[in-house]
């Protein structure tokens, strides 16, 4: 995380960086699980599935791609990568004022 979020006056900077890192995780986690082909009737992995699901709502299937595995990467994908852009750039936004 960049320094810049870290003063002591400001802490809504780091707090909206955080929420962004751990959704793009989630995002991400999902992702490598469903490569590796995780056991899809364990409860984290289901959990990890459900909150994907709904953090990506918007992207899921957004894609056509004939292989399943470059719908998941690519729909959850740009979910992450879009909840770490607009995280990233109101947490500048809110750590500059």
């Known amino acids: 995380m960049s320094p ?3 003063n002591g ?11 962004a890192d751990i959704m793009a995780a989630i995002l991400g986690l999902w992702i490598l699980m469903y490569l590796l082909d995780a056991n899809q009737g364990n409860a984290f992995v289901q959990f ?7 953090l990506a ?3 899921h299937d957004l894609f056509t791609f004939d292989e399943q595995w470059a ?13 770490l ?13």
């Open 9 to 19: 006056s400001n802490q809504a900077g780091t707090v909206v960086a955080v929420v």
């Open 4 to 6: 810049r979020y870290r």
């Open 85 to 97: 852009f607009i995280g990233h750039a109101i947490a500048n936004r809110v750590a500059r004022h």
């Open 48 to 54: 990890i599935h459900d909150t994907a699901r709904w």
């Open 71 to 83: 719908r998941v990467v690519a729909g959850y994908g740009l979910a992450a990568v879009v909840y």
């Open 57 to 59: 709502g918007w992207s």
